[in-house]
Structure formats: C-alpha cells, structure tokens
T-cell receptor, first 112, second 115 residues
Framework: AQRVTQPEKLLSVFKGAPVELKCNYSYSGSPELFWYVQYSRQRLQLLLR??SRESIKGFTADLNKGETSFHLKKPFAQEEDSAMYYCALRGYSGAGSYQLTFGKGTKLSVIP | SAVISQKPSRDICQRGTSLTIQCQVD?????MFWYRQQPGQSLTLIATANQGSEATYESGFVIDKFPISRPNLTFSTLTVSNMSPEDSSIYLCSVVGLSGANVLTFGAGSRLTVL
C-alpha cells in the first residue's frame, strides 16, 4: 500500500523567512513524487515533480529515499505563496495505471 | 496542458436524489479520473474512466453508487446516486494528456452539498 503523510495541517511563516513543507511517504517500489498547489479560488495545479529536478516559483523538493521524504522548500517566503499544498505519490499498480495518492495537505500562510 | 471544464460547479441536493457531473476536455486525453475531496480531507481516487468500457473503481467505491460514463476521449460523467449528507464533497475530474508530460491536470471541481 502507498501512503503520503503531511504532518502539518497549517504552517505560518513571516514574509522573507524560509519555508519547509514536510512530506513523508510509504511505498515499496520506486515512487514518483509530486507537489500540487491550490491557491485561493483556483483549481489544484502541479507545482513540481521530483523527476524534473527543477525550481518552480523558487520552490525546490529533493527526493530522499533513505528518509522516504520529499520536503518542499523555499528560502524566502512571499505573500503570494499562501496556499494549500499537497504532496502526492504515484505508484505503479499495473500497465497504463496512473494512481496518485495524496497527502492531507498543508495550508501555508505567509504573514506580511 | 489540457483545459478541463466541469459542471455544475456547485449544487445543493436533497437526500435520496442523484446528480450527474460532467467533465469536458478541450483535447483528447489518454486517461480520465474522478476524485473526491471530503471536507477537511485529502483527495481520494474514485475511479478511472475508461473510454467505451466500464470504469475501474477503487476500493470502497462501487458502480451502483458512482456510475461513470466515458463515451469518447474528451468527455466523461460521474453520477452520485441516492445521495446522503455523507456524499457532500468536492468531486474533481482529472486527466493525463497526450502532451507527453504525463502529468495529472485537474478540473475546478464540483462542490456538492446534500441536505
């Protein structure tokens, strides 16, 4: 079974402070990890995926297989980063499958 | 990425009734899915909508309760049958496109409230 844990329901930081949104996963194979973001009154959208190894809007996330973690980080938080963030794992349950398991989400609030 | 239109965006329904949610994509997609997000909870996959055949349901979801259609590569419907207050949720259509990026894109969701 695959599971994604986001231990923090709410994270508040001051503008300019570093941000780290935690994500731990449980999966027996080689997972594909994603971060999705939902800004107020907008639809859920992909922020980044681990295989791309890119920085989006200043955010990065490194897959740590030893710690089974995929924490999302940004060195300096901006007010526009306030949103709901979901970590997701894609396991492979069969040919052509695409099942994403989502964490419960962390609401990031950036205080001006 | 594909543009997804879902309707209704929200509805208030009476217990015991059924409601059909439509999902229209502006381009052909390889896979379509239906998710549910209950209040304060994460997203849970209901089923994979298969074109021209029966949907593949996840554990805990059955066709009688959530019949799904997908007559072509760009359209799907999800019906929530015989609704109860526990069915109050946001229902999301999502797709994996043909762009090769192999990324899941979501619709805006349909917020159902069952009284």
């Amino acid at each position: 079974a695959q599971r994604v844990t986001q231990p923090e329901k709410l994270l508040s930081v001051f503008k300019g402070a570093p941000v780290e949104l935690k994500c731990n996963y449980s999966y027996s194979g080689s997972p594909e990890l994603f971060w999705y973001v939902q800004y107020s009154r907008q639809r859920l959208q992909l922020l980044l995926r681990h295989i791309s190894r890119e920085s989006i809007k200043g955010f990065t996330a490194d897959l740590n297989k030893g710690e089974t973690s995929f924490h999302l980080k940004k060195p300096f938080a901006q007010e526009e980063d306030s949103a709901m963030y979901y970590c997701a794992l894609r396991g492979y349950s069969g040919a052509g499958s695409y099942q994403l398991t989502f964490g419960k989400g962390t609401k990031l609030s950036v205080i001006p | 990425s594909a543009v997804i239109s879902q309707k209704p965006s929200r509805d208030i329904c009476q217990r015991g009734t059924s409601l059909t949610i439509q999902c229209q994509v502006d381009s052909q997609v390889t896979m379509m899915f239906w998710y549910r997000q209950q209040p304060g909870q994460s997203l849970t996959l209901i089923a994979t909508a298969n074109q021209g055949s029966e949907a593949t349901y996840e554990s805990g979801f059955v066709i009688d309760k959530f019949p799904i259609s997908r007559p072509n590569l760009t359209f799907s419907t999800l019906t929530v049958s015989n609704m109860s207050p526990e069915d109050s949720s946001i229902y999301l259509c999502s797709v994996v496109g043909l762009s090769g990026a192999n990324v899941l894109t979501f619709g805006a969701g349909s917020r159902l409230t069952v009284l």
